[in-house]
């Protein structure tokens, strides 16, 4: 069992140009999300869902899409990217939605 | 901003002390979570408490839990090494299901 699994690992990436980081599940949870982490701000909640179908927007999500297709997968998206959108991106599921959360390893990013 | 707080924000002890960080937080919740993370890692959950809990252990860890002052409190026991991380407190809103983190304590257990 893989758990929750994020690609790719790292990247950098010229700035106005489209990323999409890749995050998929193996526990059939119903609820992901989207996190940045930047030094000294802990983690900022970009978009979640609850459920596949739906999406919501957390503290943070300009400049970001996702979509949730299925269960397995959420995907976020940068539509053009800014060096402001620098930072280690992490992945997270949970079962209820209020309970434990299951975190992916990260993604690195850096937008010059 | 909605994130908690945490207090202190470093923090740097002798093998087999104890460490005891602190967490407040802004909104009513149904829990509070607590979660590790070793340098460049995810987060690992800890512990979770309720918010009819004042207490609760697992192994080395105790929580508690003031909802009247909005306020939790972490406390590892007999801290090792390995216990060198950050650690986060976290709340849910129980209107919109969204994780809320604090900004995190830095723990350094010194051998």
């Known amino acids: 069992i893989a758990g929750i699994t994020q690609a790719p690992t790292s990247q950098i990436l010229a700035a106005g140009r489209r990323m999409t980081l890749r995050c998929t599940q193996d526990?059939?949870?119903?609820?992901m999300y989207w996190y940045r982490q930047d030094l000294g701000l802990g983690l900022r909640l970009i978009h979640y869902?609850?459920?596949?179908?739906?999406?919501g927007k957390g503290e943070v999500p300009d400049g970001y899409s996702v979509s949730r297709a299925n269960t397995d997968d959420f995907p976020l998206t940068l539509a053009s990217a800014v060096p402001s959108q620098t930072s280690v991106y992490f992945c997270?599921?949970?079962?209820?939605?209020?309970?434990?959360?299951?975190f992916g390893p990260g993604t690195r990013l850096t937008v010059l | 901003s909605q994130q908690g707080e945490e207090d202190p924000q470093a923090l740097s002890i002798q093998e087999g002390e104890n460490a005891t960080m602190n967490c407040s937080y802004k909104?009513?919740?149904?829990?509070l979570q607590w979660y590790r993370q070793n340098s460049g890692r995810g987060l690992v959950h800890l512990i979770l408490?309720?918010?009819?809990?004042r207490e609760k252990h697992s192994g080395r860890l105790r929580v508690t839990l003031d909802t009247s002052k909005k306020s939790s409190s972490l406390l590892i026991t007999a801290s090792r090494a390995a216990d060198t991380a950050s650690y986060f407190c976290?709340?849910?809103?129980?209107?919109?299901?969204?994780?809320?983190f604090g900004t995190g304590t830095r723990l350094k257990v010194l051998a």
């Open positions: 997270a599921s949970s079962d209820s939605g209020q309970g434990q959360q299951f």
């Open positions: 526990m059939r949870h119903n609820a």
């Open positions: 869902s609850n459920t596949a179908g739906t999406t």
């Open positions: 909104t009513s919740i149904n829990n």
């Open positions: 408490i309720r918010s009819n809990e």
């Open positions: 976290a709340t849910v809103d129980p209107g919109t299901y969204k994780y809320i």
